[in-house]
T-cell receptor, first 115, second 118 residues
């Protein structure tokens, strides 16, 4: 199989706080993990690509200091939304891939609501 | 630059009807991969199929079938005898076979909302 988990599934926080989202590949080693953001009734927008042991590559327009990504092991990547504001409220989804040209398998997503 | 177009924003069918979801893509690469993912109301993206550009053979998996035609740059998805549980947003995606990194970026279409009613 190819199972990817995300935690938490839902989080509500106050404006100004930081939120960490974990993405884990449960039954395979993920050389690369991807972080997406999805607004209601829209497609997925790639935020960044992270390779294990190296710095993440951010897409144009995504603030790297705002969205901190760490891919410390072959099974875990974290996304930290720093000093969250209401406009950061969204559905964040991660995916994991075994390697070059391999299929991306997606986690169940995290719904973030910033009050 | 690569692009995926899903012209159908929303489709409604009655249970047991067949339905085809269209996907048209653009890419300059000769080697690429095409995907379909299902996103039910829960939000998780479920992988359905992956096709590489050298394999134009159509595929059938239960009630699902896919028609890949390079001549028209299309990768259409048909659900036979649709069921209420098929209600979801379906995304078509394209990945070019780049040489950098582990795994490649996906370019998603805008998705087609399928509603299957009793």
């Amino acid at each position: 199989g190819a199972v990817v988990s995300q935690h938490p599934s839902r989080v509500i926080c106050k404006s100004g706080t930081s939120v960490k989202i974990e993405c884990r590949s449960l039954d395979f080693q993920a050389t690369t993990m991807f972080w997406y953001r999805q607004f209601p009734k829209q497609s997925l927008m790639l935020m960044a690509t992270s390779n294990e042991g190296s710095k993440a590559t951010y897409e144009q327009g995504v603030e790297k200091d705002k969205f901190l990504i760490n891919h410390a092991s072959l099974t875990l990547s974290t996304l930290t939304v720093t000093s969250a504001h209401p406009e950061d409220s969204s559905f964040y989804i991660c995916s994991a891939s075994r390697g070059l040209r391999e299929t991306q398998y997606f986690g169940p997503g995290t719904r973030l609501l910033v009050l | 630059a690569q692009k995926v177009t899903q012209a159908q924003t929303e489709i409604s069918v009655v249970e047991k009807e067949d339905v085809t979801l269209d996907c048209v893509y653009e890419t300059r690469d000769t080697t690429y991969y095409l995907f379909w993912y299902k996103q039910p109301p829960s939000g998780e993206l479920v992988f359905l199929i992956r096709r590489n550009s050298f394999d134009e053979q159509n595929e059938i998996s239960g009630r699902y079938s896919w028609n890949f035609q390079k001549s028209t740059s299309s990768f259409n998805f048909t659900i036979t005898a649709s069921q209420v549980v098929d209600s979801a947003v379906y995304f078509c995606a394209l990945s070019e076979a780049g040489l950098t990194g582990g795994g490649n970026k996906l370019t998603f279409g805008t998705g087609t909302q399928l509603k299957v009613e009793l």
